[in-house]
Nanobody, 123 residues
Framework: QVQLVESGGGLVQAGESLTLSCTVS??????????MGWYRQAPGKQRELVAS???????NYADSVKGRFTISRDNAKNTVYLQMSSLKPEDTAVYYC???????????????WGQGTQVTVSS
């Protein structure tokens, strides 16, 4: 079984920074981690992609966070990070980690989600 464990959310003021982390744990020897990413969902809105990173390091960002957020990954630690700077009140949301994993036991790709971590930015 594979789990995603997130950390780093919290309450900050506008203009401040936060870093989220998400670690893949469990039976990691039977999997290969492909793309990893962060999504967010604000109250009353659909979940949206914030940033993603491939196993090779290619990144993709939502237009609303370009230049302010940076996604990175440490493959040795099976961890993805989201560095958020110049935070705005509109960044307030529950942030979810997502990863696409190839399972050698099931012989297919599987998507996993973290439990979500709240980020609140006050004005």
């Amino acid at each position: 079984q594979v789990q995603l464990v997130e950390s780093g959310g919290g309450l900050v003021q506008a203009g401040e920074s936060l870093t989220l982390s998400c670690t893949v744990s469990g039976n990691i020897y039977s999997i290969n981690i492909n793309a990893m990413g962060w999504y967010r969902q604000a109250p009353g809105k659909q979940r949206e992609l914030v940033a993603s990173i491939t196993s090779g390091g290619t990144t993709n960002y939502a237009d609303s966070v370009k230049g302010r957020f940076t996604i990175s990954r440490d493959n040795a630690k099976n961890t993805v990070y989201l560095q958020m700077s110049s935070l705005k009140p509109e960044d307030t949301a529950v942030y979810y980690c997502n990863t696409n994993i190839y399972s050698y036991s099931r012989l297919r790709d599987i998507d996993y989600w973290g439990q979500g971590t709240q980020v609140t930015v006050s004005s």
